[in-house]
C-alpha cells in the first residue's frame, strides 16, 4: 500500500483474559489495499473492514467479540456498524460466489 494513501485507523486496543492487546495503527495499515480502502473517515469500505476483522482474529488469536472490538476500535466504527458489514460482505459473497456456507463471523 502506497504511503499516500489516505488512513484512517487508530490506534486501538482492548482487554482480553486479563491483559491488554494492542493493534497499532502501522499494524492495521498492513490489511489496506487498493481493494481494501476508505470511503473516508470513519467509513471504510466493508473489504477493508472484514479483512481488519479476519487479520486481527487470526493473528492476535482473539475470540468474534474481542477481535470485533479491537477492530472496530482501529476503524472508528462501533461494533455494530463492523458488524453490519461484515455481514453485508458475507451476503455479497454468498451471491457472487454462490456459496450458501460461505461465513466471517
Do not use: C
Not at 489496506?32 to 482474529?57: C, I, K, M
Not at 467479540?65 to 477492530?71: H, N, R, S, Y
Not at 454468498?94 to 450458501?100: A, I, L, S, T, V
Amino acid at each position: 500500500m502506497s504511503d499516500d494513501a489516505p488512513s484512517y485507523f487508530h490506534d486501538a486496543e482492548v482487554e482480553h483474559e486479563g491483559r491488554t492487546v494492542r493493534l497499532p495503527v502501522a499494524d492495521a495499515r498492513t490489511v489496506q489495499s487498493r481493494g481494501n480502502y476508505w470511503h473516508g473517515p470513519g467509513d471504510p469500505s466493508t473489504w477493508l473492514a472484514e479483512a481488519l476483522f479476519s487479520h486481527v482474529r487470526a493473528r492476535l488469536g482473539l475470540p468474534d467479540l474481542a477481535a470485533l472490538t479491537l477492530a472496530a476500535r482501529s476503524l472508528g466504527i462501533t461494533v455494530e456498524a463492523l458488524r453490519g458489514k461484515i455481514e453485508w460482505h458475507e451476503n455479497y459473497m454468498r451471491w457472487h460466489d454462490g456459496d450458501q456456507d460461505y461465513r466471517v463471523l
